[in-house]
């Protein structure tokens, strides 16, 4: 399922990816000892309500280390279910392969830890040959994708979430108790995303909010049930 990746993505580096109506920016950095970095933009107090209470999903990556950096206030980071708050001192922290993992704004505190503050951090990703990895097409997509449902008041379709996930080498996380849970996890990212998916239309990646196409396309290529989607014609 691997092939040689092509060079690094050549990024703009003031490029920015904004979602929820400024609650999130992520702005691209040109990297050529890593597969992506960003420095992503938290402002908690723009998120819609829908978001407020709600955790990302946990989740690991097979294939690549994942780096955290915080530059300004604090970052909730959950490793295998304990959750560490992350400051500008702690430097960079490594985020190992398939370890099960989640981050969020962390809250205030300086009064009584309700308010969420301003978060600025560095996100980076481990080069890889996988072509299904995370990287800015996997980022831009995901992105995209959640500002999307959330701004149109729609419901996130559960295989259009496995789907892109696993073309970006993540996969979400078992309960603990399921036995073999993150080769079940990845197998079912596979047949369910790329696979299933595939052949009920479900693409990984979509023109309108992906800026490298010719690279989606490459990815999608790889695999018999998604090269269909692989049109370079698309404008959107």
């Known amino acids: 399922m691997s092939t040689t990746t092509p060079a690094p993505l050549p990024l703009e580096p003031h490029q920015l990816i904004i979602v929820f109506n400024g609650a999130i920016t992520t702005r691209l950095i040109a990297s050529p000892h890593r597969a992506f970095t ?25 294939y690549q280390e994942e780096y955290i950096e915080v530059l300004e206030g604090r970052l909730s980071v959950e490793v295998e279910g304990r959750e560490r708050v992350l400051a500008p001192e702690d430097g960079k922290v490594c985020v ?54 959330v701004m149109e008041g729609k419901r996130m379709d559960p295989i259009q979430v496995i789907c892109m996930f696993d073309a970006g080498g993540s996969y979400l996380s078992f309960p603990w108790w399921v036995p073999f849970s993150r080769s079940l996890s990845r197998a079912v990212g596979i047949v369910v995303g790329r696979w299933i998916g595939g052949l009920l239309g479900y693409q990984p990646f979509y023109r309108k909010w992906t800026s490298d196409w010719e690279l989606a396309c490459n990815k999608m290529e790889t695999s018999f049930f998604q090269r269909r989607f692989a049109d370079r014609t698309k404008i959107e």
């Open 96 to 149: 190992r392969p398939w370890t099960n993992h989640r981050l969020y704004p962390a809250p205030n505190d300086d009064g009584d830890g309700a308010t969420p503050i301003t978060t600025r951090f560095l996100l980076s990703g481990e080069q890889t040959r996988e072509m299904f990895r995370l990287d800015t097409v996997f980022f831009q997509n995901w992105y995209g994708y959640q500002d999307q449902v």
């Open 38 to 62: 960003f420095e992503v933009t938290f402002l908690p107090h723009l998120w819609p309500a829908v978001l407020a209470s709600r955790k990302p999903p946990r989740h690991f990556h097979p």
